[in-house]
């Protein structure tokens, strides 16, 4: 198999301009370049720039995705959107890693080695970016949990140290917003010390939700010459533009907005963590196996269901059985066997084996010279001459 690599970039607060888009058209012939981003995909090369200094310079959202199993996702956000001590818990060495531009902090979360073959052989990266990206607007309005995932993870690979503690678990673990969940099946984060992590989150409190209808109260903090600002935008047909700025501007408003909160637990350690996972794992195994058992059950409801339904006209479908066996085809004969099979069913469930077997030998002798059917009556454990 050849090595296969995935590139895209997203310019969302601002849009290339054609000495952007002409300076990455010297790097790559083939990609697909547009105002709003870069996508191109190798085979047997690789992009011939560094990734980390197109984030810094052009871009806002980065997803890349290789066949040997590997992934990264970056999303650069303004630097006022944090402090330095609100990032600094979350960071680890691979996992989320944590970088500050002149102007923006660089947020890079991946995985190095997945497990998981069959996913990164069929993963050709495409999809990713759209259901990513919106984890940078949810990070504009200061939630932390896209953060603490990244953080998770790095406890679930095994690079954090076994005493190190946790960040402070933010509210609304156990809620994760599509996005968030996402990214937890593109870092492959363990499930159940998810769970274990999850258990220390307090819950979304009402008055968060509740908050992004306030758009009256937020309208009204803007000044005319604001306003008037984005209606020029727009009026220039610069309507993308605008739009960012308004989301970016309300964004800021609404983490601005967010109540303090303190987490109802203490700070685990790694550790700490692991123990509360082996917990999940039996309450998860537990429940998968009762689901397992509800499904079986169902299905056999439905199988015998049907097989008493079969028996009401059973010489129905003896007649039909010697109509398939009579057309002496290998596909006559196979629908044939399948038909006795389910047949054999019927009779232990309403009658007897046995009167299975007189029918079937009685069958058998109209076909004796059927020799290919007898064959697969054997092979099929019907029939034993």
Known sequence: ??????????????????????????????????????????EWGDLKADPADWIRRYFDAFVYTANWCSCRLALRVPLDTFRKAELKPFATKYALTIEASDEHWI????LDESDDYDRFAEDDGNGWMRRLVPLRDELLRGDLRPLYLGWLAGASSGELREDALEPEVPPGLSELSPPQQALVEFLEIDPDILAAAMSGSAPVSPADIAV????????????????????????????QEAERRVRSRHAAWLKAQRPAHTSITSRRSVTELQELAKSAAAVRLEREAKERAKQEAERRRQREAYLRQLMAEVDKHWDAIDVQAKRSSASGYTQAVRALVDLAEGYALTSSRKEFERALRRFVVRHATRGALLRRLTEAGLWSG
């Open 212 to 239: 992004t209808d306030r758009i009256n109260a937020w309208l009204e903090e803007w000044s005319r010459d604001e306003l008037v600002a984005v209606l020029k935008l727009i009026a220039q047909g610069r309507g």
């Open 1 to 42: 198999m050849s090595e296969y690599q995935y590139y895209e970039f997203a310019a969302i607060d601002r849009p290339l301009t054609p000495t952007d888009m002409s300076e990455l058209r010297a790097v790559s012939t083939r990609a697909v370049i547009t105002p709003s981003g870069f996508v191109n995909h190798y």
């Open 107 to 110: 947020l890079d979360w991946a």
